[in-house]
């Protein structure tokens, strides 16, 4: 599975972004989003990899408390795009932003798709998002 993010940038406290993710299956692979629990993750700098949100097949999604209220995950299957729409964006929402996948399977019985980073095996390179006071 290859990923690719976009749409990080500046932006002041109070606003908003949208970030996409593009997903694609490597030689001889045809990506189906339902086959996957799909991810947004992000470090900020000198912290660990936290959790941001995530959806499942049955478009079942899951937040980060820090996010609640504020984010929505999504995504377009005919496309093969997954979203995060940030809103009311703060300085502490300040990172590097990562989609994340990982097939289904017996993992999911076990918790579902809101994992710790180390659950997820296919990453994208990231986009940066700054928020400025």
């Known amino acids: 599975v290859q990923l690719v993010e976009s749409g990080g940038g500046s932006v002041q406290a109070g606003g908003s972004l949208r970030l996409s993710c593009a997903a694609s299956?490597?030689?001889?692979?045809?990506?189906?989003?339902?086959?996957?629990?799909m991810g947004w993750f992000r470090q900020a700098p000198g912290k660990e990899l936290e959790r941001v949100a995530t959806?499942?097949?049955?478009?079942?999604?899951a937040y980060a408390d820090s996010v609640k209220g504020r984010f929505t995950i999504s995504r377009d299957n005919a496309k093969n795009i997954l979203y995060l729409q940030m809103n009311s964006l703060k300085p502490e929402d300040t990172a590097m932003y990562y989609c994340?996948?990982?097939?289904?399977?017996?993992?999911?019985?076990?918790?579902?798709?809101?994992?710790?980073?180390?659950?997820?095996?296919?990453w994208g390179q990231g986009t940066q998002v700054t928020v400025y006071s």
């Open positions: 994340a996948a990982r097939p289904l399977g017996s993992w999911y019985d076990q918790g579902g798709c809101f994992r710790p980073s180390h659950v997820y095996n296919s």
């Open positions: 959806i499942d097949s049955n478009d079942d999604t």
């Open positions: 299956g490597t030689a001889g692979y045809t990506f189906k989003y339902s086959n996957f629990c």
